[in-house]
């Protein structure tokens, strides 16, 4: 098998079916991830732990192949043709390599992506810390990226990105734009993190936050005047900032408190829901860092966030189930596939 041009076949297949992942597993056929659905390609034959092998030695290298045969974990990302960009990982399993493929689409408008309007607002803002949160493949890097792609268009700004891979690229516009990828431009997050300090950034970008040298870091840079975007896996913004919190050892909880509550901006969790017309759309919440909320951050009172978004619409929060209704009332998705990502179902129910 011609594993380049196979790899080539199986990318563009996976584009004309709007797909958003490929998988490259040993006694499986070549799958495809097309809105949540998996679907084999069963046209194609059923891969050899040679075929997955051969794939991964195209898309990384000899040097880097080796690495990966010592460590057994890989993340990494692909150019295809200078028009397509993946990102990849790659393990074993029952001793054969298996490779996980996601297509990165291109930077969006905000409005494109049917983004709540406060992210403008946002996106415009001097300095502060915003957090996009929520599980995998809910679409995080696509809504900072298109953050990114907006302040590139309007502003003379420093931006620079830490990722880990460095996922979509950003042609330089009225920003100058860095993008800097853990394991090959930098050692790790908190080593880049601690280093821009001194590299005059105005804006700044890390791929994920993971743990509390990244956090700290983090909050400290917004502090000092930048604006700093970032993820992290949490399923509700009151959660999200519990476990910034709880990161940190109990002698430090009560600085971090502090930091917080005065450097967020407000953190947006979204996730992915089916379209009844194909596709899928977001749907949101959206914690604003008002008075009220940096007093609960301050005062230990985190458990009281969810009751200030669910009545805070006149500060510009989003309430998850109550966006969700009303994708449901604009026809946009199901009322079960609807019930399926609200938090309080019972809520969710009352207000279709």
């Known amino acids: 098998m011609n594993y380049e ?118 996106a415009r803002e001097r300095q502060g810390f915003f957090l996009v949160v929520g599980p995998v493949g809910q679409g995080k890097s696509t809504t900072l990226a298109s953050m990114i792609g907006l302040i590139n268009s309007e502003a003379k700004r420093h931006i620079v990105t830490i990722e880990d891979p460095i996922e979509f690229r950003f042609d330089q516009d009225k920003s100058l734009i860095e993008q800097r990828e853990v394991g090959v431009d930098t050692k790790d997050f908190n080593t880049a993190l601690n280093h821009v300090f001194r590299q005059d950034a105005d804006v700044i970008m890390i791929g994920e936050m993971r743990d509390k040298e990244t956090i700290s870091a983090a909050v400290t840079a917004a502090e000092t005047g930048h604006l700093v975007f970032s993820t992290i896996h949490a399923n509700s913004a009151a959660q999200t900032v519990d476990r910034i919190i709880d990161s940190f050892p109990a002698d430090q909880q009560d600085q971090i408190r502090l930091q917080l509550a005065s450097s967020l901006i407000g953190i947006l969790s979204q996730r992915l829901v089916p379209r009844v017309s194909g596709g899928l759309i977001p749907a949101f919440e959206l ?65 279709i």
């Not at 490929?22 to 194609?44: A, C």
């Not at 990102?87 to 493929?101: E, K, M, P």
């Not at 009281?304 to 805070?312: C, N, P, Y």
């Open 5 to 122: 041009t196979e790899l080539d076949d199986l990318i563009m297949t996976l584009v004309k079916e709007a797909g958003s992942d490929l998988h490259l597993t040993s006694g499986s056929f070549p799958t495809l991830r097309v809105s949540r659905d998996l679907i084999p390609l069963t046209r194609k034959k059923e891969l050899t732990g040679e075929d997955t092998l051969g794939f991964l030695r195209v898309m990384v290298g000899e040097k880097t192949l080796t690495n990966f045969v010592v460590s057994q974990e890989l993340d990494f990302s692909y150019e295809h043709k200078k028009e397509y960009r993946l990102r990849g990982n790659a393990s074993f399993q029952r001793g054969f390599i298996s490779v996980a493929l996601r297509l990165i689409p291109k930077v969006h408008a905000i409005a494109e992506l049917n983004l709540p309007e406060q992210i403008v607002a946002i």
């Open 287 to 351: 914690l604003l860092n008002t008075p009220a909320v940096s007093n609960l951050i301050r005062e230990r009172r985190t458990h009281e966030i969810d009751v200030i978004i669910e009545t805070g619409s006149q500060d510009g929060m989003i309430d998850l189930d109550r966006n969700l209704a009303e994708l449901v009332r604009k026809g946009e998705v199901t009322k079960d596939d609807a019930r399926s990502f609200a938090r309080r179902q019972n809520i969710f129910d009352r207000l």
